[in-house]
């Protein structure tokens, strides 16, 4: 899949607060229909880290996460299957 299509089917899927860990909030989705599971990490930084908020309550989306973090897409067999990266 390209990522135009990505984001385009699987852009506003709910992402809830799974852990942090080492300076990254990680969001997941529940497990799709088709077995897909879509990750998205926030921060990377104590600078960035300081100046979020995280609600547990308020899922974030693809189509919502700001620039220079990371998503990534496994399926049913817990393969990567997409991986989206943007550089600092």
């Known amino acids: 899949m390209t ?6 089917e699987y852009g506003d899927v709910p992402l809830f607060f799974s852990h942090y ?3 990254i909030f990680v969001y997941k989705s529940a497990r799709l229909d088709n077995g897909d ?3 998205l990490h926030l921060g990377g930084s104590m600078e960035k880290v300081s100046a979020m908020v995280v609600d547990v ?6 189509n919502e996460k700001a ?4 998503a990534y897409i496994k399926n049913a067999e817990k393969q990567v299957i997409w991986k989206d990266e ?3």
């Open 37 to 39: 599971q879509i990750y």
């Open 21 to 23: 860990y080492n300076f």
């Open 67 to 70: 620039e220079a973090d990371y």
């Open 57 to 62: 309550e308020d899922p974030q989306t693809l």
């Open 86 to 88: 943007q550089e600092d």
């Open 3 to 8: 990522t135009d299509e990505v984001f385009e």
